[in-house]
C-alpha cells in the first residue's frame, strides 16, 4: 500500500509518500517561516497565497525522491482541518483533483489525528495510548482507543502551549517560530532566576493554563528594561523550567485517570512543542515515575509536515474509511469529533 499525503493547514507546505507497511519514501516540507517572520506570527493570506505558489513542486519532489510516479499510489490523503482555512482548501483540493485524476481513494485527514497517529509510524505503538498533543493551535490530553476514537481528558483554558513559546520569544525580541529559539537560549540560562507562576498547579483533572506565565514574563521583560543577552537567556531557562513543572504536575492527573480505564502504559507526546527536548527529558522523567514509557516521534515528525497526514490515511484506507471528493475544508474542528464511518 503506498500512499501520497498533502499538508497545508498552517505555515508547511509538505507532500509525502509513505507505505502500509512503515516506510517513509520521502517527506518535503516547505516551511515559510522566513516570509511569516517580519510579522512574528503567521499571517493567512501570506501562507495560503505560497502552497498555491509552491504545492505542486512540494508534490513533485516528493514522487522524485521516493522514485515513485503517481500510477503507483493507492490513495491520496489530505488535511481537510482543522486550520487556516485559505491554505487547507490548497491542499485539500490538490488531493482531490490527484485522487479524481487518477481515480483512486480520496482520504480527508484531521491534521490533529495525523500527530496523534505519528508513533504508530514511527514506533509501531498499540492502541491504546495516552496522548499530550502540544502544538501552536493545541494543547490537550487525550486517550487514544483506536482510529477516530479519542477522548479527551484535558485541554487549555487559554494559550496553546506552543503558542506561549512564540509570544515569550517575541516579548524577548527573538525569532519566529519561537519554540526552538527559546530552546536554544535557554540553554545558557539559569531556570531559578525568575519564578513565574505555576497556573493550575495541585488542581484537579488534566487542563491547563498558560496565560499567566505569559504576563509574567511581560511583567519580568518591562522590569528589566534594556535586556542583555544573560537576562534573555535567564528568562528562557525560567519559562521553560516552569513549564516543564506544569507539564509533570497536569500529567501526573492523566496518569491516573487514564489508569482508571486502560491497562496499557505508554504515553506519547505530539506536536511541534514536542519536538523540545527539554521538555521530552521531563516528561520521561515524570512518565517513569508512574511506570509510562514515554514515546516521542523524531523531531521532523513532531512538527508539521505530510508523512503523519499519509499514516493517517493509511490507517483511514485499511479500514474502509475514504471520503467523497464534495467533503468540505473545515477550519474547525476537534478530534473529539472525527467520523470513523
Ligand atoms: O505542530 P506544529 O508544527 O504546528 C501546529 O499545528 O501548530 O507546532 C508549531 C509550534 C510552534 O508554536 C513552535 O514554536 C512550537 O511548535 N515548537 C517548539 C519547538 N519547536 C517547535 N516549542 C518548543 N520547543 C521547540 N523546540
Ligand atoms: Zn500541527
Not at 62 to 75: H, K, L, M, P, Y
Not at 239 to 263: E, G, N, P, T
Request: one cysteine or more; charged letters at 20%.
Amino acid at each position: 500500500m503506498l500512499l501520497l499525503g498533502i499538508e497545508s493547514s498552517c505555515d508547511e507546505t509538505a507532500a509525502a509518500l509513505v507505505t502500509g507497511d512503515r516506510k517513509n519514501l520521502s517527506n518535503i516540507v516547505l516551511s515559510q517561516n522566513a516570509a511569516h517572520a517580519p510579522y512574528g506570527g503567521v499571517v493567512p493570506e501570506i501562507a495560503a497565497r505560497s502552497h498555491i505558489e509552491h504545492m505542486d513542486a512540494v508534490v513533485q519532489h516528493a514522487f522524485t525522491e521516493a522514485g515513485r510516479s503517481f500510477s503507483d499510489i493507492d490513495a491520496v490523503a489530505a488535511t481537510i482541518g482543522p486550520g487556516l482555512i485559505g491554505g487547507v482548501i490548497v491542499g485539500a483540493m490538490t488531493g482531490k483533483a490527484i485522487a479524481s485524476a487518477l481515480k483512486k481513494p480520496f482520504i480527508a485527514v484531521n491534521h490533529l489525528e495525523g500527530h496523534a497517529l505519528t508513533a504508530r509510524l514511527t514506533h509501531a505503538v498499540e492502541f491504546p495510548y495516552l496522548l499530550l498533543l502540544v502544538s501552536g493551535g493545541h494543547c490537550q490530553i487525550l486517550a487514544v482507543e483506536g482510529v477516530g476514537k479519542y477522548t479527551k481528558l484535558g485541554g487549555t483554558l487559554d494559550d496553546a502551549l506552543g503558542e506561549a513559546f512564540d509570544k515569550t520569544a517575541k516579548l524577548l525580541g527573538l525569532g519566529f517560530p519561537g519554540g526552538p529559539q527559546v530552546e536554544f537560549h535557554a540553554k545558557e540560562g539559569h531556570p531559578l532566576r525568575f519564578s513565574f507562576p505555576l497556573p493550575l498547579k495541585g488542581r484537579e483533572g488534566c487542563d491547563f493554563s498558560f496565560s499567566g506565565l505569559k504576563t509574567a514574563v511581560r511583567l519580568a521583560v518591562r522590569e528589566l528594561g534594556a535586556l542583555t543577552r544573560q537576562d534573555i537567556a535567564d528568562i528562557c531557562a525560567s519559562f521553560q523550567y516552569c513549564v516543564s513543572l506544569i507539564l509533570k504536575d497536569r500529567m501526573q492527573h492523566a496518569f491516573r485517570v487514564f489508569s482508571y480505564k486502560h491497562q496499557a502504559r505508554t504515553l506519547v507526546v505530539a506536536g511541534g512543542v514536542a519536538a523540545n527536548h527539554y521538555l521530552r527529558h521531563a516528561l520521561e522523567e515524570i512518565a517513569g515515575e508512574h511506570g509510562f514509557t514515554l514515546v516521542a516521534p523524531p523531531m521532523k515528525l513532531c512538527t508539521d509536515n505530510a508523512a503523519m497526514i499519509a499514516w493517517a490515511g493509511v490507517e483511514r484506507l485499511r479500514l474502509g474509511l475514504t471520503n467523497s471528493l464534495d467533503t468540505e475544508p473545515r477550519a474547525r474542528w476537534p478530534l473529539t469529533e472525527v467520523e470513523v464511518s
